[in-house]
């Protein structure tokens, strides 16, 4: 008869006890992962966010500041979409920072000399980037939870872009400042 072999009783709770030790060593590292990967994500969209201020700025330079005149017609056809453009006819603007999106007709008449609502603020960030993330203003987002960020508009100059978690916030957030064309992330710790 053939002697069975296998593994001992012994052998058995060696490997358990050493699968236990290396899971609670590498749990930890696995949690910080997510967070960390949540904050590299508002990071990226931030930074091609900003990336497309700059590059609408960018275009209505390389245009000679066309249509920048004494009545405030300051716009730019940004990769076939208009946008209403930050003129220093705006007190403590500096010129040439998308204010609005327009549409994809040309504007006629002044453009703004603020941002209106959170509306204006989700329409820049749907319409600057060529692949946004789903991004709607707070009355969308409390009804569908599939959004990924939420536009708030925080004052007349400055637009809020709150990361999501479901329909929660994560606690990042990154905002455009109209008035000098920047974006600023804000991580939570």
Request: aromatic letters at 10%; glycine letters at 8%; charged letters at 20%.
């Amino acid at each position: 008869m053939k002697r069975q072999s296998g593994f001992s009783l012994v052998e058995l709770v060696i490997v358990i006890v050493v699968l236990g030790l290396l899971a609670v060593a590498a749990l930890p590292r696995f949690l910080d992962v997510t967070d960390q990967a949540k904050q590299a994500s508002i990071e990226g969209v931030a930074g091609g966010y900003a990336t497309a201020v700059l590059s609408a700025r960018a275009q209505w330079e390389a245009e000679v500041r066309p249509n920048l005149d004494a009545t405030n017609t300051n716009y730019v056809n940004y990769d076939g979409d208009y946008f209403w453009l930050t003129s220093a006819t705006n007190d403590g603007f500096r010129d040439g920072y998308p204010i609005a999106y327009v549409g994809e007709d040309v504007p006629t008449g002044s453009s703004p000399t603020s941002i209106t609502n959170n509306a204006t603020c989700r329409d820049l960030m749907d319409f600057m980037l060529q692949n946004p993330p789903k991004v709607g203003v707070p009355t969308e987002v409390e009804a569908d939870s599939t959004y990924k960020y939420r536009a708030d508009r925080i004052d007349a100059n400055v637009c809020r872009y709150t990361q999501l978690e479901g329909s929660t916030d994560s606690g990042h957030y990154f905002e455009y400042d109209v008035t000098k064309g920047s974006v600023t992330v804000t991580l939570e710790d």
